[in-house]
């Protein structure tokens, strides 16, 4: 959250793996520091057949014995029910979860069009799922009965509730309170909400054999040994703040008692075409978020998706409340990549000094449009050698879940990491 | 702007209070100041305490909310909670008075206690939550005040309605109570009642059955409203619908539709019943029938209350029956049997009171003339008819002031009211003589009998009913004396 970040020197940059077709069919990767009770496995595959990538994917990461959970994340070409049957057909009987994406995090590289399988395994791990459906309108109340995974899973020293959400729900703040209400301080939250490709039709949620949309997947992690979350942003406020005058329901309507949209496209001093075209006010406004000020540092939201062109209303990500102050936000490449940095740091200093048997990496998609092509290359880089050799998985998404600290956990525009001890 | 010593603090003071006023209950309230609270100073743990309860509490599990070391943290005899998953964590607390005292508390977890801005902006919120309480307080109070007061117009209204509609009930009561004093015929009596319940009962259909006098198994229908076909309809009772329920029960009964009914119900509500209520009527402490209210209307039900109009309406119709069926066993006692007219007895207790009024009469008796021989040559049962006819030919010629009796076998006595001219009787007298000795078709056979009366007047001091009688019984034996079929004044000695 805090915007300041380590200095780290850039790793090794590989962008020839940006694209799925220098993946290569299937690739199995990273090196498992393997400790006897626990182990996590990475794979990836771009066979265009759905089931044939999730057999290869899947064979490719269940590297160890006692496989407890498989996380797949899906690029939103293949038809999610197609990688789930291969999938299952070379882990039967583990628990399956995962999303699709706006780009798939992984060794080698970022990609778009592949399936990206994380199998986290060994007897020091055990899981617990929960899924919850129909979530729109009752946001908080499904997360009461998410929480309700932690009761489910086998006791261990360490633990933690991922989350994955169906990103087109408003208001996701709501399920975490909700979650928060009923488990409290002791068990910190991670996850993402996943993402469409920028199609901005609706992405999918995937739980063993089923594909859903409008729920939430709660899968309870618990571990002998310590389990750590990151979470870092690049942005850093500009100019004077703008009074929220009206907003609700994630969006926001006027800003010093005028329209939101105008008042914020004069401010980050938007090209004409930007007031006119949804496609282009979305470009242009990815790179530059709003904030809120909070007492260690601003929080970035998103409202670069939703836009209400007549009614000039602007709307998208995390909520800003009614009353407050908001700041135009900027960020660079190099900001940003502290950020990557400082988020790893993070995640690997809490897990008191053992190295990571894995990392899950959930960054924001609109960090894409900052960053380019090059970027994230620069930022997967960044991720992989923190990793240091050891498998890490991820995506793109449309809304990061961290929280560790205070009661708020849901954010835009960062990278969250989750490190398993 | 939000740069300022304390300015954060400022601005989330101010998101609270713009938050707060979205807040329309007391226990929402509370718990969006626990976690704009927690919000504000990245802690990981608020409470609201009211009145020494915690109502509002989050960073704790669920189930395992530490409210006794929240309350001592509220009463400031503590400064720090034992967070599950964070251990010791620094807490804060800002009391308000008033008349629901309470507690806003936050804990953090770390070394770092809560800087001075941060107290501050706790005692801010909780001054908030304090204010913002106290209006939804209000609000509620007067809220149920209003629903209090709106529930007191609408209970007026109702029992003003109920009041009309006890008016009403006496109204309809009071003439249908007075049509039975004055012995109105019976008919006209069920009649006034049947409209009542149709007026009352709002009932498109009211009908009063009873038992066929032929029939004691068959219900007949006696007055109705709102039914179709023949008014004389009878039907079983076992298929009278709620009629024979109640007949059958002896109580109030409602029935949906046509059950425990046959065609015959079905045919004269053209099958448009609904439901239908029946109260039992009584003759004489008998039920003998019923008096039924029917709906065509969905969904119509009866109250409790509009159960009562009916079953009031029934005594009254029980009420005019067993004074009808009294009437007519009185009626019965005091005439004769065969020719319908009044008793001896009746007609002396008359003429007695109508002499002690001193108002003048004159009494003409009556005597058939060859009434044995007619009897012993063509029998009784003719004997019977002479009887009957001329008893009807008597009384053709009264007024309907005079009163004729059967005095006894051929004997008839007749009390013409306030008559003093002795021509006047005589003239009535000779009118019947003429009218009794025309002949009298009977058996098939044309039978003749005379009459002989004789008269005596009042006038001559005469108070005395069976001296008048007695007077006038000895100008008959002058009259047949001097030769039958004729009239006798007696002359007073």
Redesign the interface.
């Known amino acids: 959250m805090n915007g300041d970040s380590g200095n780290i020197t850039p790793g090794n940059v590989r962008p020839e793996n940006v694209k799925p077709e220098n993946v290569g069919p299937t690739v199995a990767v990273g090196r498992t520091r393997a400790h006897p009770d626990r182990w996590m496995g990475v794979g990836r595959s771009a066979e265009t057949d759905g089931a044939a990538a999730g057999r290869a994917a899947a064979g490719a990461a269940a590297i160890g014995p006692d496989p407890q959970l498989v996380l797949v994340f899906v690029a939103i070409t293949y038809e999610p029910a197609e990688v789930l049957a291969g999938l299952r057909e070379v882990l039967p009987g583990v628990p399956v979860v995962g999303c699709t994406t706006h780009g798939e995090l992984g060794p080698g590289g970022p990609t778009d069009g592949t399936v990206t399988v994380a199998v986290i395994g060994g007897t020091g791990f055990a899981v617990a799922v929960r899924v919850a459906e129909n979530v729109s309108g009752r946001q908080r109340e499904a997360g009461e009965d998410l929480a309700r995974a932690v009761d489910a899973v086998e006791r261990r020293a360490h633990r933690v509730l991922m989350l994955l959400t169906d990103g087109a729900i408003r208001d996701q703040e709501s399920i975490l309170r909700g979650v928060y209400s009923v488990l409290g301080a002791e068990v910190p939250l991670f996850g993402g909400a996943c993402a469409d490709g920028w199609r901005m039709t609706g992405g999918y949620l995937m739980s063993d054999d089923r594909v859903l949309s409008d729920a939430v997947i709660a899968v309870a992690i618990t571990s002998e040994a310590p389990l750590s979350i990151g979470v870092r942003h690049g942005w850093s406020r500009v100019g004077q703040p703008m009074i929220v005058t009206s907003a609700g329901d994630g969006r926001v309507y006027t800003l010093d008692d005028r329209p939101a949209l105008d008042v914020y496209l004069e401010r980050i001093e938007a090209p004409p075409r930007a007031w006119t075209d949804p496609e282009v006010f979305t470009a242009y406004t990815l790179s530059r978020p709003l904030g809120i000020q909070r007492r260690s540092g601003i929080e970035a939201r998103n409202l670069s998706t939703e836009v209400d062109l007549v009614g000039r209303s602007i709307g998208g990500g995390g909520a800003i409340d009614h009353g407050g102050l908001t700041w135009v936000l900027t960020g660079d490449e190099r900001s940003i990549l502290d950020a990557t940095d400082a988020a790893c740091k993070d995640a690997i200093d809490g897990l008191d000094g053992a190295p990571p048997v894995g990392l899950l990496t959930f960054s924001c998609a609109a960090l894409r449009a900052v960053l380019g092509e090059d970027g994230i290359v620069k930022e997967g880089a960044h991720v992989e050698k923190w990793a240091d050799g050891v498998p890490f998985c991820g995506f793109y998404t449309y809304g990061e879940i961290a929280r560790t600290r205070g009661i708020d956990g849901f954010h835009n525009q960062t990278l969250a990491v989750l490190a398993l001890g | 702007?939000?740069d300022g010593p304390g300015s954060?603090q400022v601005?989330q003071l101010?998101?609270l209070?713009?938050?707060m006023s979205?807040f329309t209950d007391e226990d929402a309230a509370a718990r969006g100041a626990a976690?704009r609270a927690?919000?504000?100073?990245?802690?990981?743990?608020?409470a609201v305490v009211l009145d020494g309860q915690v109502v509002a509490a989050?960073?704790?599990?669920?189930d395992?909310v530490a409210e006794q070391d929240l309350l001592a943290v509220g009463r400031r005899e503590r400064d720090w909670l034992d967070?599950?998953?964070?251990g010791k964590s620094p807490a804060v607390t800002a009391s308000w008075a008033g008349s629901r005292p309470g507690q806003l508390i936050v804990a953090r977890?770390g070394y770092d206690s809560f800087s001075v801005e941060e107290r501050s902006l706790v005692r801010g919120m909780a001054r908030v939550l304090d204010l913002t309480l106290t209006m939804l307080r209000t609000l509620r109070v007067e809220h149920e005040m209003r629903q209090r007061s709106e529930r007191q117009a609408a209970e007026n209204t109702r029992l003003l309605e109920s009041l009309h509609e006890q008016q009403r009930l006496l109204r309809h009561l009071s003439l249908i109570q007075r049509a039975i004093e004055r012995r109105d015929p019976v008919p006209d009596v069920l009649d006034g009642i049947v409209a009542a319940a149709l007026d009352l009962l709002g009932g498109e259909i009211v009908a009063l059955w009873t038992r066929d006098a032929a029939d004691s198994e068959r219900l007949r229908l006696r007055t109705s409203a709102g039914l179709r076909g023949p008014e004389t309809v009878s039907m079983p009772a076992g298929e009278a619908g709620a009629a024979g329920e109640a007949l059958r029960r002896g109580e109030v009964v409602t029935v949906s539709g046509y059950a425990v009914s046959g065609t015959c119900l079905r045919d004269i509500t053209d099958g448009h019943l609904r439901i239908s209520m029946a109260v039992p009527v009584h003759e004489n402490g008998q039920v003998c029938g019923a008096l039924v209210v029917g709906s065509t209307v969905p969904g119509r039900i009866y109250t409790a209350e509009e159960a009562q109009t009916l079953r009031v309406l029934a005594q009254n119709v029980s009420l005019a029956l067993t004074d009808a069926h009294t009437v007519r066993k009185m009626h019965q006692a005091a005439h004769d049997a065969l020719t319908g007219l009044a008793s001896r007895g009746l007609f002396l207790e008359r003429l007695n009171e109508h002499l002690a009024e001193g108002r003048p009469a004159a009494l003409l008796f009556l005597d058939l003339d060859r009434f044995k021989e007619a009897n012993d040559e063509h029998g009784h049962i003719v004997g019977d008819e002479i009887l009957t006819v001329t008893a009807a030919r008597v009384t053709t010629h009264l007024r309907s002031t005079d009163l004729a009796g059967r005095y006894g076998g051929d004997e008839f006595a007749l009390l013409l009211g306030d008559v003093e001219d002795p021509a006047e009787a005589v003239a009535v007298a000779d009118r019947i003589i003429a009218a009794v000795g025309e002949p009298i078709f009977v058996s098939g056979r044309t039978v003749t009998v005379n009459a002989s009366i004789g008269i005596a007047l009042s006038g001559a001091g005469r108070t005395d009913a069976l001296e008048l009688i007695r007077a006038a019984d000895a100008a008959m034996y002058q009259a047949k004396s001097a030769g039958r079929g004729r009239s006798s004044i007696h002359q007073p000695i």
């Open positions: 702007m939000a954060l601005q101010l998101e209070l713009a938050v979205s976690e927690a919000q504000a100073l990245e802690a990981e743990v608020a989050i960073g704790f599990p669920r395992a967070v599950p998953g964070l977890w």
